[in-house]
Structure formats: structure tokens, C-alpha cells
């Protein structure tokens, strides 16, 4: 059981990097807490893939320190970490049985056979595998194969962390949320660090207690699914996460009022303040299609904007709304009617958010 | 151009792949084919296409039989789940390639090639080859291809599938967009419900080699024909319970009791299933007759906007759609809200005798 901090790392697959664009790990740090459920989020490409070799001592960094429990692990290979790994396929001997693969690991470093048969049954119990135990490996399914693979992590005791890599991909979707729950439960049960890699938010928000969004190479917000979702850090968790997600209007602030284009955003005073202290021209204004207001009728601080298309995915629909040259997505249920032609929004304002450089702003609502 | 398929039969090796399937799709129509893996889906574009004659029926093209006629005589185009392109060929040469080998002439071609390409955002990238775009752009890129050639029908089989989340979501919306332009019947087949609704035009849905319901693809999803239909489209599936109705009171596994109201009195005496969708649950009360039910969570799936909360009690497995995101660990109590206003009820036989009254009743 470890805390795994990375100090000042950066990685790139080049000998002689020269810019920012040149890493797939840009200068981080990072601490994973001791008992933690993570996950490590990203679209392909992002750097997740290298980042958790890193952890697990596939890869070498170009730069900077993997820290176990405080201790410098860059140059003990991958088999002296004690890192589990999960990954996207079942890793399992077909010919053994599914006892015989969870003793495995256990047989390796020359533990003794009652032991290991405690920790096999404990193990096989959590899973809901003790039924299979004598089967051969090669006649389970795709989900208990996936489950023999988890249980040769969670067998051994010195074991550092669980790395999950898409582990669900092969599972049927209708039996996807009882291996996350399963997932959770043997969280709970067995206080290991977690790190849950993936490209698919459901996957990342429903076992996670905290999220690293990676985007071009860095961690760009490390939060709760709620923080994720309510107040993104960055533009691209805005639209990364959520569907569809977050609208962002490029906004200036002119005689004390903010504009989007030629059109007036009616925001309080405190919005405009910050933007007039701030030396960039990227500025924008994010706000999620979930909590803009849409109203048939004139209303105060509202925008009139044009209803150019309505997606009805039957107990609410998507509007997409013309405002001056930006296209804006809002959600509304189905107790509502579809306005027709023209319509009238608000951005609650405790809602907005902005951002500067593409970085949220912190804004005191009180 | 309008297509036909009457009373189609196929079975393959004595297997039944498709039974007894009627089904008239109206020019310029939008038509989503939505089933599960396996449920016939690719074997119906197939037939559409002419890849394989059906075992028994017609296919009629604006009346005319081309139940025999092969898919080289027929105008049709498919794009599928994997993007297929040449990869000898640059963006432009791939999406000319139909034009070409029907020999339109040169100027004509240019001018469909950047159209099309335009219309699919990839005009940027006329020059590049298939290997070096993006998942999404060699999807458009084979989009392009069949866009560009003035089909009669185009079939899309999954073709969105092997892409990410944000990708698919936009393509969706731009596929819509598409279509409302042209005259081509589209025939597009997903297992997702989610990507039905956001496809509009109409929806027939598919279950075992059986058309279950064909019509507006809203119309489908609020008036299901019968149990069957209900759960192929919805996601999260709506929920099903037994019940009873007697004189004055509903129960649900005679255990849940509530008295009957207005939307239900029309029904007899007798045992139903009922249906509530996943996203008419709620946290807090919404109407006067909501019931109230302790349920235990047994897991709580974040979507990223939205929760599913699985739940169960001594009786029934449920799940519930929540707006925002909700953390709540397994095991957790949970008091949610039925709305007994928004309930559907099934005969024995899984057909349809009730629709919510604000769906328009039945």
C-alpha cells in the first residue's frame, strides 16, 4: 500500500525536445493518496497511457521522481514495484484453474499452501468467483475472466497500487455497473490506492472519488465528478465532460459591460471587474447547457437569441440558439414546451463561469 | 424513390434471420433501424442493398420489384462501423472514387468532391491519406464517399461506433443536418436509444428478426406498442413491475399500495405489469399522488451531467435517470418519488393499455 507522488516529471518520446508540444508528459506534480479510488481521464492521445507506464516502470521519465510511499522507485524495475495491473484484456493462464490463477502470484514468492488458500477463498468470496474456482479459466465468460484478473491483484498483501487500464472494454454493457460496483466494493473492502485509466467519463465518474483530467499532456483539473461537472477548471474539462457539454461565448468587457460580439451579457458588475484586471485577450464566458434558462417571453438580464434546431431525446430536449455569431446548446425537460422561432435566455449567474487563457477564474458569488 | 419490403423472410442455414418483416419507408425519409447485437439489423441493410436476396417477399424501389436485382444495379451506398477508405488514395481521389467509376465528368466531380467535402468539414484535409487522419476524419471521409454520389438509399450500419463520445455527439447532430437536404431515403442501424432520439426522423424497431414498431421516432419512443418495444428503446431500460389493480387501489408485488387516480380508472380490474421510465424518478416530491419508496442504492453510475442510481428493495431492481451529478455510495438509503401520473401499463400479453395521459393517453 503506497502513496505515489510524482515530483517535477515530464516525459518525452524525444531525444531533444525542444517545445511544450514536443512532450506527452508536460512538467507535473502529483500526489495519489495512500487508499484512494483515482481515475486518470483523457481523450486518446493525451498522455494517460504513458503517465501510468511511468507508475508502473514500464517507461523511464525524461525528467523528475516516481515516489512510492516517499521512496524514490525510477530505477527499481517493474516487477519490485508491487504495482498491480489491469488491463483492457484478461490476463490469465487458460489452461490452470481459476484457483490455480489466483495462487499464482502468491506461489511465485513462495508462500505457504494454507495461506494461500485463505487468501484465495477471501479473494474468490469478494468476487463472486468461489463457484468457479475449479473451473478451467479458458471456459468462463469475458466478465469473469476480467474478475480472475482483478484477484490476482488483489491477492497479494505488499501490493503498492491497482492500475486499471479501460478494464471494462470487453465486458457486455448490460453487466458493465456490477463489475463497477464490484469495483467499489473491493475498494472499500481492501484500502488500496486505485488509479483508473480511461477515455470514458461514466467509467471515470462512477469510480472515482477523485478525477485527473488529462489534456495535451497535463493534468488540467484534479477534482470531484461534482467539480468536474459544475465548475470545470479548464475549457476543455467544460467540454470534455458532460453532453453535450459546456457552451463557451468569447466575451470583452467595453464601458463597464460585457459583450459577446455586438451583444450586451448582462452579468453582475463583479464578472467585468475581473476581466478588466486580466492583460489577456482570451476570455470566455462557459456555462452549461443544463443550467441556462430558457424562457418564451421577455425576462430581466435575459438575451433574445433565434431557435435554430430542437433534439428531442424524449424526456427532455437539446435547443441550439443562435446568440449573435455563437451557436449555444441549452437542455430542457419535457415539461416544458419547445419555443418556436425566437426565445429569451438567463445565465443564472452563480452558474457562469470564466475563464482566462482557457483557465477558470475564481469568482466570490457572496 | 420510396422503398418497400414486404412480408420478408430470411433464414440462413436454417436459421431465422429475419421474419415476416413489412416495412415502407417514404422518399426523403430519415429511418433509424434500432436493436440490440444481433437482432437483424445488418441482415435488413443487406437486403436493402442487394447484397442478399430475402429467402421469401418483395423489395419494390418506387413500385418497381428488385426483390433479385443485385447491388450493382441498385443506386445504394453504405458506410460501416470500421472506416473503410483506399489508402493509396488522398481525401479527394477517395470521395471522387464513385464519380470516377461512373464517369461524371471531370468538372462535375471537383465540384460534388469540395461540396461534399464541406458539408463533412474535411476540406482541409483533400490532400491528406487515410492514415494520416484522425478516427473521425477517416469516418467523414468515408461518409464523403457515400454522400457524394446522388444515392437512392444510403445505409449506415453503426457507423459512429467506433468512435469517442464527443466525436459521435457531433456527427450526430451534423447527420441530421444532412439529410434534411436531400431526397435519398437514409436507413441508419444502432443498438444505442440515446442515438435514435438523436437522429429524429423515424425509427422501426428491430428484436430477434422481428420488426416490433415502426413510425416517428418520438412517436415510437412515447407510445410503445407493447412491452418489448418499451425496453429496447429506453436507456437506462424503463422499469417493470408486476402489479394488480383492483376497484379503488394499484399495487405494485402487492406490497406498494396507492389509490387509484384519474390516469389509471379507465383500466379493468386485473394484473399488469407497469412501466416507469428511469428518468421519472425523482429525489423530491414533483406532484401530490407521487408515491414515496425506500429503495437501497446499489451503485451510483455518473454519466458526467447526469447519475444513474441503480437500486433495489426486498421486491425489485430499479434504476432511476437523475439531472447533475448525485454521490451516493452502495448501500446507501435513498426515499425516491414515483409519479403515478406518468406510469404505462401492459396486458399479460405485453401489450400496451395504458399511456401516460401527458403523452396523450391511448
Not at chain 1, 185 to 202: A, C, P
Amino acid at each position: 500500500m503506497a502513496e505515489i507522488t510524482l515530483k517535477t516529471l515530464a516525459h518525452s518520446y524525444l531525444k531533444t525536445p525542444t517545445s511544450d508540444e514536443d512532450y506527452a508528459i508536460r512538467e507535473m506534480n502529483h500526489v495519489w493518496e495512500q487508499g484512494g479510488a483515482y481515475a486518470l481521464l483523457g481523450p486518446s492521445g493525451c498522455g494517460k497511457s504513458t503517465l501510468l507506464n511511468i507508475i508502473s516502470g514500464l517507461l523511464q521519465p525524461s525528467s523528475g521522481e516516481v515516489l512510492f510511499d516517499g521512496e524514490r522507485v525510477n530505477d527499481l524495475p517493474p516487477e519490485q514495484r508491487n504495482i498491480a495491473q489491469v488491463f483492457q484484456f484478461p490476463v490469465i493462464y487458460d489452461t490452470m484453474t481459476v484457483f490455480d490463477n489466483l495462487a499464482f502470484p502468491l506461489r511465485n514468492v513462495g508462500i505457504n499452501e494454507e495461506k494461500i488458500r485463505e487468501k484465495v477463498h477471501e479473494v474468490a468470496d469478494v468476487l463472486e468467483l468461489t463457484p468457479q474456482l475449479k473451473r478451467k479459466a479458458k471456459n468462463l465468460t469475458a466478465d469473469e475472466k476480467q474478475k480472475v484478473s482483478m484477484g490476482r491483484g488483489l491477492v497479494r498483501e505488499d501490493v503498492s497500487a491497482i492500475l486499471f487500464d479501460e478494464p471494462l472494454t470487453v465486458i457486455d454493457p448490460q453487466l458493465k455497473w456490477k463489475l463497477r460496483r464490484k469495483l467499489k466494493e473491493i475498494h472499500r473492502r481492501f484500502n488500496i490506492t486505485m488509479v483508473y485509466v480511461t477515455h470514458d467519463q461514466l467509467e471515470a465518474s462512477t469510480f472515482a472519488d477523485k478525477i485527473a483530467v488529462m489534456y495535451e499532456g497535463q493534468v488540467v483539473q484534479f477534482g470531484t465528478p461534482r467539480q468536474l461537472f459544475e465548475e470545470p477548471a479548464h475549457t476543455f474539462v467544460g467540454y470534455f465532460i458532460g453532453s453535450p457539454g459546456m457552451n463557451f461565448l468569447d466575451v470583452q468587457v467595453r464601458d463597464g459591460q460585457l459583450f459577446s460580439g455586438n451583444d450586451v451579457v448582462p452579468v453582475r458588475q463583479r464578472f467585468c471587474n475581473i476581466i478588466a484586471d486580466t492583460h489577456s485577450d482570451n476570455i470566455k464566458l462557459g456555462i452549461r447547457p443544463d443550467f441556462i434558462e430558457v424562457h418564451d417571453t421577455p425576462v430581466e438580464n435575459g438575451m433574445e437569441v433565434e431557435v435554430v434546431s430542437a433534439q428531442d431525446f424524449g424526456t427532455y430536449s437539446v435547443l441550439s440558439l443562435r446568440f449573435g455569431d455563437v451557436l449555444l446548446k441549452a437542455r430542457i425537460n419535457e415539461d416544458q414546451s419547445t419555443p418556436k422561432g425566437k426565445a429569451f435566455i438567463r445565465f443564472p449567474q452563480e452558474r457562469i463561469g470564466m475563464y482566462v487563457d482557457e483557465y477558470r477564474v475564481e469568482i466570490n458569488h457572496e | 424513390m420510396s422503398l418497400i419490403l414486404e412480408n420478408i423472410d430470411h433464414v440462413v442455414n436454417g436459421a431465422t434471420h429475419i421474419e415476416g418483416v413489412d416495412l415502407e419507408l417514404a422518399p426523403g425519409s430519415f429511418n433509424v433501424l434500432l436493436g440490440r447485437t444481433l437482432a437483424g439489423k445488418t441482415t435488413l441493410m443487406r437486403l436493402m442493398a442487394g447484397l442478399e436476396a430475402p429467402t421469401r417477399g418483395r423489395i419494390l424501389m418506387d413500385g418497381e420489384d428488385v426483390t433479385g436485382v443485385s447491388v450493382r444495379r441498385r443506386n445504394v451506398s453504405m458506410v460501416y462501423q470500421q472506416f473503410i477508405n483506399y489508402p493509396a488514395l488522398n481525401v479527394y481521389e477517395n470521395i471522387a472514387s464513385p464519380l470516377r467509376l461512373a464517369k461524371v465528368s471531370g468538372g462535375e466531380i471537383d465540384r460534388r468532391v469540395r461540396e461534399t467535402a464541406e458539408m463533412l468539414h474535411i476540406e482541409h484535409l483533400l490532400d491528406r491519406y487515410p492514415l494520416e487522419l484522425s478516427g473521425g476524419q477517416q469516418q467523414r471521409t468515408a461518409m464523403g464517399r457515400a454522400l457524394v454520389k446522388d444515392a437512392d438509399v444510403i445505409l449506415f450500419d453503426e457507423p459512429l461506433v467506433n468512435l469517442d463520445y464527443k466525436l459521435r455527439e457531433e456527427l450526430r447532430e451534423e447527420l441530421n443536418a444532412l439529410f434534411t437536404q436531400r431526397n435519398c431515403i437514409a436507413v441508419y442501424a444502432t443498438t444505442e436509444p440515446g442515438e435514435a432520439l438523436a437522429l429524429g426522423g423515424n425509427t422501426a424497431v428491430l428484436h430477434e428478426g422481428r420488426l416490433l414498431q415502426y413510425g416517428r421516432t418520438d412517436d415510437v419512443y412515447h407510445r410503445p406498442r407493447d412491452i418489448q418495444t418499451a425496453e429496447m428503446f429506453s436507456e437506462p431500460p424503463i422499469n417493470i413491475v408486476r402489479g394488480n389493480i383492483s376497484g379503488s387501489e394499484v399495487s405494485f408485488d402487492n406490497r406498494i399500495r396507492f389509490p387509484i387516480n384519474d390516469d389509471l380508472r379507465s383500466l379493468a380490474p386485473g394484473d399488469y405489469r407497469f412501466g416507469v421510465r428511469a428518468s421519472h424518478i425523482t429525489l423530491e416530491r414533483q406532484a401530490a399522488d407521487d408515491i414515496e419508496v425506500e429503495m437501497t442504492v446499489d451503485i451510483a453510475e455518473i454519466s458526467g451531467s447526469e447519475t444513474f442510481l441503480h437500486v433495489h428493495n426486498e421486491l425489485f431492481h430499479m434504476t432511476v435517470l437523475l439531472e447533475g451529478v448525485h454521490e451516493f455510495d452502495p448501500d446507501d438509503p435513498v426515499v425516491l418519488y414515483f409519479p403515478t401520473h406518468k406510469v404505462y401499463a401492459f396486458d399479460r400479453q405485453g401489450a400496451v393499455v395504458h399511456i401516460p395521459t401527458h403523452l396523450g393517453g391511448m
